[in-house]
């Protein structure tokens, strides 16, 4: 993953954020090309969607990755982290999680709950689990699939919409 963009900067969001939300990895297509998490593509539009559902913005949030390089097949197309380029970035996930001391951290599918497993052990698993949030590091961890099309397959986006909706209503009853 030499040479690929790493997607860390003030667009991420607000340190003083009510929740930071765990990606996988910058798209190709999206945060690769455009520096900013979770933009540039149909991931980010669906996610920026499933936000307004929650009745947030990205004013709101602190967005980040459990990889901050694109990692792509021999093809060059998207391809899931590794659990080894997941660890090559778990002090920086940590050190961020230190800086951005939301009190929500939300998951967003296997690969970033891996990734926070790997800083401070849970027993989340997304498909049992999904939306149900738990004790962790002094806070709360939820875990939501990831909003990317493919995801789609294994919760239909009439599911991830009520999911993110009562993420909403979490933070809000919360004073968040």
């Not at 765990?22 to 520096?35: C, I, M, N, S």
């Not at 926070?116 to 849970?122: K, N, P, S, V």
């Not at 993420?167 to 004073?175: A, Q, V």
């Amino acid at each position: 993953m030499d040479g690929r963009r790493r997607v860390l900067s003030r667009l991420n969001g607000p340190i003083d954020a009510a929740a930071i939300f765990v990606a996988e990895a910058p798209g190709r297509l999206g945060a690769d090309r455009t520096g900013v998490p979770l933009s540039g593509d149909q991931t980010a539009r669906n996610f920026d969607w499933l936000l307004s559902r929650a009745g947030l913005t990205r004013d709101d949030v602190f967005i980040t990755n459990a990889v901050l390089c694109n990692p792509r097949d021999a093809a060059g197309n998207n391809r899931p982290p590794t659990r080894s380029e997941i660890a090559r970035c778990r002090e920086h996930l940590a050190a961020t999680l230190a800086i951005v001391r939301a009190p929500l951290v939300v998951a967003l599918g296997s690969a970033a709950l891996t990734a926070l497993d790997a800083i401070e052990g849970h027993d989340l698993r997304l498909a049992r689990d999904v939306g149900r949030p738990v004790a962790w590091q002094e806070r709360r961890l939820v875990a939501l699939y990831h909003p990317g099309p493919r995801a789609r397959v294994h919760r239909p986006v009439s599911d991830q919409e009520a999911d993110f909706e009562a993420l909403g209503t979490t933070i809000r009853e919360s004073g968040w």
